[in-house]
């Protein structure tokens, strides 16, 4: 039986706290089950948002999606968890990740690494993150995701929640600047995702990432900025990219369950500026009977 449709919001702008708080409370009317923030230079700093989101609202979790491993210490980092876990009355999800952004590495005089050496970098944080976090008896669920072999492995054997964004790094892009995966390669890398984790007692719950999301029945009008500044993009195959909702209410919905069977993308998660238009597709969703799955937590065993 698949899962139950949940849905997280990830809030991107900082605001003064009134303006803050009446977003994250916004989040919660719609019906969002988990309010998100990134780690990225220049936008909010994660744990002193979620203890204002988690002190707004009563119902949604909150999380990081996902924190810069290379901007943390484990030490430092565990005292934040479990300090935020706390003050949230147990509510946080841990996202980590390896960091893609290496400007933000250099503003910050960060080391950023080859990919292989963000990758080592992100497992020692997670084993010694785990063993702090059992020291302090905090348990959260961890949420980790990425594209690349040594990076899947990774989260097949440590992350609750696999995460996937449908995209990548553009070659020599030292910004950031992502350029989505096509509907095979997103394919092909879910199946891999699979192979590494089929020894797995317990499947992780996994979660995608929506870039855009438009109600419409002019899809062609909805996408063309997009189409004008990605001359090498069809509107065939932007429709065609798991990311991109672009449609009817009955299309789009019918995609998302058609995401769900094929690969078991339950938790999906829309960018803030895409928030109120992707509610009509989270309530159509929530037509499903089945209850919102408990998720498994950080330190856990897998074997």
């Given at each position: 039986m698949p899962r139950p449709f949940r849905f997280g919001a990830s809030l991107l702008t900082s605001a003064p706290?009134?303006?803050w708080r009446a977003r994250c409370r916004r989040a919660e009317e719609l019906g969002y089950d988990v309010l998100l923030v990134p780690d990225h230079l220049g936008m909010v700093a994660p744990f002193p948002a979620l203890v204002a989101a988690a002190d707004a609202t009563v119902r949604p979790q909150v999380g990081t999606f996902v924190l810069n491993a290379g901007f943390w210490n484990p030490t430092l980092l565990a005292?934040?968890?479990t300090t935020t876990h706390d003050?949230?009355?147990?509510r946080l999800e841990l996202g980590l990740g390896t960091g893609y952004v290496q400007a933000e590495h250099d503003t910050a005089g960060l080391p950023f690494g080859s990919p292989g050496e963000r990758v080592d970098h992100l497992r020692r944080t997670i084993e010694e993150l785990?063993?702090?976090l059992d020291a302090a008896n905090c348990r959260v669920p961890l949420l980790l995701g990425g594209n690349g072999d040594r990076m899947l492995r990774l989260?097949?054997?440590h992350a609750d929640i696999a995460a996937f964004a449908g995209a990548s790094l553009e070659p020599g892009s030292t910004t950031g600047k992502l350029a989505p995966v096509d509907a095979a390669e997103f394919g092909q890398r879910?199946?891999?995702y699979r192979e590494f984790a089929a020894d797995r007692d317990e499947p992780a719950e996994l979660n995608l990432l929506i870039q855009v999301v438009a109600v419409t029945d002019d899809p062609a009008s909805a996408l063309r900025p997009l189409l004008d500044r990605r001359p090498d993009l069809t509107l065939e195959r932007v429709l065609d990219l798991p990311v991109m909702l672009v449609g009817t209410l009955d299309e789009i919905t019918a995609k998302l369950r058609a995401l769900r069977d094929r690969y078991g993308?339950?938790?999906l998660t829309v960018l803030e500026p895409y928030m109120e238009a992707f509610a009509p597709v989270a309530a159509e969703l929530r037509r499903n009977p089945l209850?919102?799955?408990?998720v498994p937590l950080l330190g856990s065993p897998h074997e």
């Amino acid at each position: 039986m698949p899962r139950p449709f949940r849905f997280g919001a990830s809030l991107l702008t900082s605001a003064p706290a009134d303006e803050w708080r009446a977003r994250c409370r916004r989040a919660e009317e719609l019906g969002y089950d988990v309010l998100l923030v990134p780690d990225h230079l220049g936008m909010v700093a994660p744990f002193p948002a979620l203890v204002a989101a988690a002190d707004a609202t009563v119902r949604p979790q909150v999380g990081t999606f996902v924190l810069n491993a290379g901007f943390w210490n484990p030490t430092l980092l565990a005292r934040e968890v479990t300090t935020t876990h706390d003050l949230t009355g147990g509510r946080l999800e841990l996202g980590l990740g390896t960091g893609y952004v290496q400007a933000e590495h250099d503003t910050a005089g960060l080391p950023f690494g080859s990919p292989g050496e963000r990758v080592d970098h992100l497992r020692r944080t997670i084993e010694e993150l785990g063993r702090l976090l059992d020291a302090a008896n905090c348990r959260v669920p961890l949420l980790l995701g990425g594209n690349g072999d040594r990076m899947l492995r990774l989260t097949a054997e440590h992350a609750d929640i696999a995460a996937f964004a449908g995209a990548s790094l553009e070659p020599g892009s030292t910004t950031g600047k992502l350029a989505p995966v096509d509907a095979a390669e997103f394919g092909q890398r879910v199946a891999q995702y699979r192979e590494f984790a089929a020894d797995r007692d317990e499947p992780a719950e996994l979660n995608l990432l929506i870039q855009v999301v438009a109600v419409t029945d002019d899809p062609a009008s909805a996408l063309r900025p997009l189409l004008d500044r990605r001359p090498d993009l069809t509107l065939e195959r932007v429709l065609d990219l798991p990311v991109m909702l672009v449609g009817t209410l009955d299309e789009i919905t019918a995609k998302l369950r058609a995401l769900r069977d094929r690969y078991g993308f339950s938790y999906l998660t829309v960018l803030e500026p895409y928030m109120e238009a992707f509610a009509p597709v989270a309530a159509e969703l929530r037509r499903n009977p089945l209850a919102t799955p408990a998720v498994p937590l950080l330190g856990s065993p897998h074997e």
